[in-house]
T-cell receptor
Framework: AQSVAQPEDQVNVAEGNPLTVKCTYS??????LFWYVQYPNRGLQFLLK??????LVKGSYGFEAEFNKSQTSFHLKKPSALVSDSALYFC??????????????FGKGTKLSVKP | GAGVSQSPSNKVTEKGKDVELRCDPI?????LYWYRQSLGQGLEFLIY????????KSGLPSDRFSAERTGGSVSTLTIQRTQQEDSAVYLC????????????FGPGTRLTVT
């Protein structure tokens, strides 16, 4: 069965420090991987995606993610965190070869807190 | 341009009543999705529409839930005989297609069943 795991409920980072939000996945075919961010009382905003090609994907707001097939991971990273990055982050996967009809499978979310 | 819009933004209803939630997708997007976000269950897929194909209803939690999409655009999610466990934020998303396209989410409808 397709699944996504975000092992950390919360990540705390000091402003200016690098941040990593972890995500691992399990799919039967080739994964299409996504990261979304949710600010309080708002819908989800798309950050970046991996479909194929370079393992390092760059996205919005200075975020990037590294696809690692051998470790089945897709960790979200940013070199220098901002207080405004504090939000809830969701990793999601779509299993293209598994016959999925297009819906995303989401992780439970990781709350990122960046302190000044 | 205009994003995905949902109405109402908040809905409070009594247990046993029916509710209708509306989603206006981004113009031209052929795929439309409904998800539910709750504290205990995270983000759950409910139903998916793609063009004129039959919808994928595999995520609907019970037969009290139904959805339709008229004219390939606006969608309505209906919950009949609401229960307290239906309380959640209902999110709608649309995309230009499926597979490798990202989904664009609306702000959600917060449903509270009393």
């Amino acid at each position: 069965a397709q699944s996504v795991a975000q092992p950390e409920d919360q990540v705390n980072v000091a402003e200016g420090n690098p941040l990593t939000v972890k995500c691992t996945y399990s799919v039967s075919g080739n994964p299409y991987l996504f990261w979304y961010v949710q600010y309080p009382n708002r819908g989800l905003q798309f950050l970046l995606k991996y479909i194929t090609g370079d393992n390092l994907v760059k996205g919005s707001y200075g975020f990037e993610a590294e696809f690692n097939k051998s470790q089945t991971s897709f960790h979200l990273k940013k070199p220098s965190a901002l207080v405004s990055d504090s939000a809830l982050y969701f990793c999601a996967v779509r299993d293209y070869d598994g016959g999925s009809q297009g819906n995303l499978i989401f992780g439970k979310g990781t709350k990122l807190s960046v302190k000044p | 341009g205009a994003g995905v819009s949902q109405s109402p933004s908040n809905k409070v209803t009594e247990k046993g009543k029916d509710v209708e939630l509306r989603c206006d997708p981004i113009s031209g997007h052929t795929a439309l999705y409904w998800y539910r976000q709750s504290l205990g269950q995270g983000l759950e897929f409910l139903i998916y529409f793609q063009g004129n194909s039959a919808p994928d209803k595999s995520g609907l939690p019970s037969d009290r839930f139904s959805a339709e999409r008229t004219g390939g655009s606006v969608s309505t999610l209906t919950i009949q005989r609401t229960q307290q466990e239906d309380s959640a934020v209902y999110l709608c998303a649309s995309s230009p297609g499926w597979a490798n396209y990202e989904q664009y989410f609306g702000p959600g409808t917060r449903l509270t069943v009393t």
